[in-house]
């Protein structure tokens, strides 16, 4: 499947085989890191890749392994539990995973918005 | 001027460059917030007041509870039932009688924040909670006084100073929604270790030097022992700290 992931304030959203090219402006993300060093997609706001396979675990899978290709340390799966990492909440269309047939095995179809949120921590 | 008693009593850290007795007077002349005296909060308190800094004021609004005592360790046994800044009050003077130590027994709102803050060099977040950070965020921007907040979950931390007019504030990334973070539980070390932290922050900050998480988050992960930082950014559209928000008001 094509994804264009636009990093917004403190998150990534990830529109899935897109109808048209996505143009969500100029960059407004709080951490840089989201458009990693990506000329292309710090100018036009949108990361634009390919990943093998339908499912979520694919998409978070492989959008991890670009960041970490130019050494962006984020796992958004923890490979200790192979389930979301403790630092993310992943939704599909507004709606966690976890209350998703499938979850993570879900299979993504045209048209869906994933979104990645980094969580802070507010306990003391 | 050090008397002798605190050259003998700082003589370790009046020892390291850059900080001498010039940095020791700065921390005495110092006052120091910690709102909310939870996990974080006795932490960076029993630091800071070790350190020497002057005046330290401890708010909270709760009492000590058994379940309190996996982290909070200026609370034992003995003090169930007590007001928290009423026992840390008593305990932090005990280790530096040099520091005055002024608890205020309060939550803290956006009716009472200004008039509790005021006048501090820094205020250290020893909150559990989104919301009362917010309003601490928000009154410590307009009061141009930087706000070291640190957060945890479980085996997780963060970390961010923030410095009015320089850096991204909480609201920058939080403006005003709620967010699953808080109630997850918490093992001890993992306060100590962020609020040890922030103390450091509060003590770079007040001496001069330049404090290392302006504009930066740092993320701990317990599991794996392992420290991320990276750098954010200031939300331009903020509806505390960005200047066209600051222009509208004055409109």
Redesign the interface.
Known sequence: MRVAIVPRMVELRVMVNPTGEVTWGPPSAISPWMYAPWRDAQRKGVIEMEVEGETLRALLTQVSDRYKQVNVDFDPIDPRTNDVDFDYDVLINGKNYEVVPYGLGVKLTDGDEVQIKMVWRWDG | MLDRSELIRYNRQLAIPDFGEEGQEKLKSSHVIIA?M????CASATYLTAAGVGRVTIVDFDSVELSDLNRQILYWEEDIGEKKVVVAQRKLSKLNPAVEIIPIFAKLTEENVFSIIDGARVVV??????AT?LVVNSACVKHKIPYVY?????L???LTTIIPGKT?CLA???PKRS??????G?LGVV?ALIANLQALETIKLIIGHSPSLAGR?L?F?G?ELGF?V???????SCEVCSQASGLEKAQ
């Open positions: 909310g939870g996990g974080l909060g977040d020893g909150l559990d909670n989104l950070r640190g957060g945890v979950s479980r997780r931390g963060m991204p920058c990334v939080y967010q699953r973070g808080g109630g997850l918490i306060p988050l993320l992960n599991e991320r990276y750098g954010i950014n200031k939300n331009e």
